[in-house]
């Protein structure tokens, strides 16, 4: 798995494009500068627009490609990130953030229900975990706009519920939205959009 994601971010274009995922930038938008954690963060499309804002930005992924590409669009962009490449499974760090924040971090079931249960740890009391995912219905539908084609990999809203049952839920909803990410996300796409909270 990690060699396919390394050799599709080998690639000279980036694959998901360099502007941040839409939710993910209307609730960062909203929200005053702080300090967050993106997992599985790919290229760093939303890791370089939380940073342009004046955000502190710790992001990590399996895929070595996956942070030179971050890197270089870091650069590009005038602003630092802190990136490490590490799998989910052993991804651990020593500090606390006002936002986690999950963008089609895709993972398979153990890896990612034992990485989900430590979310809470790394927020701030009050810190929100922001998530947009591809749902069951994506691949039901057959959507050729991106996402893993195996259902233990994708969310519905009752996992992120049972998956993260300390917090408190802002926005929990499941619909079918336009995408245009770069490469590989284009077109119709079932996803689910969930906020919670530690509180
Ligand atoms: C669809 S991409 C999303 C990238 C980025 N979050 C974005 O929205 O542009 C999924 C990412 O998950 C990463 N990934 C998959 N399995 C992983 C694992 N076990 N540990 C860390 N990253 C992983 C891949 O390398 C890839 O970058």
């Known amino acids: 798995m990690k060699e396919m994601w390394n050799s599709r971010y080998?690639?000279?274009?980036?694959?998901?494009?360099?502007?941040?995922?839409?939710?993910?930038?209307?609730?960062?938008d909203a929200l005053p500068v702080g300090?967050?954690?993106?997992?599985?963060?790919?290229?760093?499309?939303?890791?370089?627009?939380?940073?342009?804002?004046?955000w502190d930005v710790v992001a990590f992924d399996f895929s070595a490609e996956g942070k030179q590409k971050a890197l270089q669009l870091a650069e590009s962009q005038g602003v630092t990130i802190r990136y490490f490449v590490s799998d989910a499974a052993e991804f651990d760090i020593d500090e606390t953030f006002d936002v986690v924040a999950l963008i089609y971090a895709h993972l398979p079931p153990s890896v990612r229900k034992a990485f989900n249960a430590k979310i809470p740890k790394f927020l701030k009391p009050n810190g929100l975990?922001?998530?947009?995912?591809?749902?069951?219905?994506?691949?039901?539908?057959?959507?050729p706009s991106?996402?893993?084609?195996?259902?233990?990999?994708?969310?519905?809203?009752?996992?992120?519920?049972?998956?993260?049952?300390?917090?408190?839920?802002?926005?929990?909803?499941e619909l079918t939205v336009e995408l245009s990410e770069g490469l590989y996300h284009n077109g119709l796409g079932d996803v689910v959009r969930f906020v919670g909270q530690k509180v």
Do not use: H, W
């Open 129 to 143: 975990l922001i998530a947009e995912v591809f749902s069951p219905n994506q691949i039901l539908n057959n959507r």
């Open 35 to 54: 300090k967050i954690l993106l997992p599985s963060e790919g290229e760093g499309r939303n890791a370089v627009y939380a940073a342009s804002l004046g």
């Open 146 to 173: 991106g996402g893993p084609k195996d259902v233990s990999m994708v969310y519905d809203i009752d996992l992120f519920k049972t998956e993260f049952p300390t917090l408190k839920v802002l926005i929990a909803e």
């Open 10 to 28: 080998g690639e000279l274009q980036f694959a998901y494009g360099t502007e941040p995922n839409v939710f993910f930038k209307e609730q960062i």
